[in-house]
């Protein structure tokens, strides 16, 4: 346990199931774990999912935020309730907090807690879960370029190479950048019947990829197999219409969300992930904990940081279907394959265990050596 005890405030969307959340709050508990007192702000007021030690202090925005069927005068006047800059609620917080150092994962969001605590003086670190090239609208642009000139963060953490070098490219040498990948939780191996399944997890979004990934399996002459889909979303019914085109409904399995993840990475024999852009891809990571041998295309960030192709995975050139499907064919042909390269994957929960990275996210953020 460390004897230098901090005050660290951690700030995230929400607890609910996300990658941030999951990454956030296993921190959370590793860091209240090594004797630092957690205070955990949410942007939503949503249901937690994900449980924190009852050590850290918890704070759900007390404001009403619909998920579904606000309109635009509702979310305007939440965030300014939210993130006005001086006056809003994390503002608020913060100050009754008096935090030694503050860390937040987000996409947009952080860039307005920047300009909120700009005089406070309070070390804060910023970490983007997004892809590395993403796109912002105008207002959000305009606000991001305010915080990095007026009050800009101490230091960055970067998941991937890629991410490190986009911010770089934008802020130049002066703040600290550090790539820390997310911490990797074991799965414990049980007694369960292997099932010829191929499984993909992630939210049925267009940009997960998954009607290509039909496709891919449209190809595979093992008609015995099953493509897995675990995952809901806004595209749901486009892509279940996509799993007829291509004439194989009888063979594609629509989970919904599943709450046992495990259980479904056990049973299964391949994990696949064939999304067009991720940040750093936690079901990619918890597939490999499962001993799952898995197979991503080379997108332009996130697998290529896990994956070393061909020895404990696979990387596809990035929309090569045919390339993609003569892989997945052969770990089904090849079952010792199979093992041999999910045996290799498991080592990531070495590499990427709470402990590693947690302690270098401590000696980052508050110089900590423990």
């Not at 970067?158 to 820390?180: F, N, S, W, Y």
């Not at 599943?258 to 259980?263: G, N, P, Y």
């Not at 089904?332 to 199979?338: A, G, M, P």
Request: proline share 6%; glycine share 6%.
């Amino acid at each position: 346990m460390s004897v230098n005890k901090k005050k660290i405030c951690l700030i995230a969307p929400s607890l609910q199931m996300g990658g941030i959340e999951r990454a956030m709050s296993t921190l959370g508990n590793y860091f209240v774990s090594q004797g630092h007192e957690i205070h955990y702000l949410t942007l939503f007021p949503f249901e937690p999912f994900f449980e924190l030690d009852n050590r850290i202090m918890f704070y759900n925005p007390p404001f009403a935020f619909p998920r579904y069927g606000r309109n635009m005068v509702q979310t305007l006047s939440y965030y300014l309730k939210m993130l006005t800059p001086y006056v809003g609620y994390f503002r608020k917080q913060i100050e009754k907090i008096s935090p030694d150092v503050i860390m937040c994962f987000g996409d947009w969001y952080p860039h307005a807690i920047m300009l909120q605590i700009a005089d406070l003086k309070i070390p804060f670190y910023y970490c983007n879960r997004s892809n590395p090239k993403i796109k912002y609208k105008p207002f959000p642009t305009l606000i991001r370029f305010l915080a990095y000139k007026l009050s800009p963060p101490t230091g960055i953490i970067a998941q991937t190479h890629e991410a490190m070098l986009r911010k770089r490219k934008l802020l130049g040498d002066e703040i600290p950048i550090k790539i820390i990948p997310n911490p990797v939780r074991i799965i414990e191996p049980k007694n369960l019947q292997k099932e010829n399944w191929i499984v993909s997890v992630g939210r049925l979004h267009l940009e997960k990829g998954f009607v290509r990934l039909m496709e891919v399996f449209s190809l595979l002459k093992a008609k015995d197999w099953k493509l897995i889909l675990a995952g809901g979303g806004v595209h749901e019914k486009e892509i279940k219409q996509k799993a007829i085109d291509f004439g194989i409904a009888d063979r594609v399995v629509f989970l919904g969300k599943v709450t046992d993840i495990d259980t479904l990475l056990l049973k299964s024999k391949i994990f696949v992930l064939s999304s067009h852009k991720e940040g750093y891809p936690n079901a990619l990571c918890e597939a490999m904990s499962a001993a799952l041998p898995c197979v991503s295309f080379d997108i332009i960030a996130g697998p290529k940081d896990i994956i070393i192709n061909n020895e404990n995975g696979f990387l596809v050139p990035d929309n090569d279907i045919i390339r993609m499907a003569q892989i997945l064919q052969s770990l089904i042909d090849k079952s010792e394959l199979r093992v041999m390269i999910g045996e290799r994957a498991k080592d990531i929960t070495v590499t990427n265990s709470i402990e590693r990275i947690g302690n270098q996210y401590l000696n980052f953020i508050l110089n900590y050596n423990g």
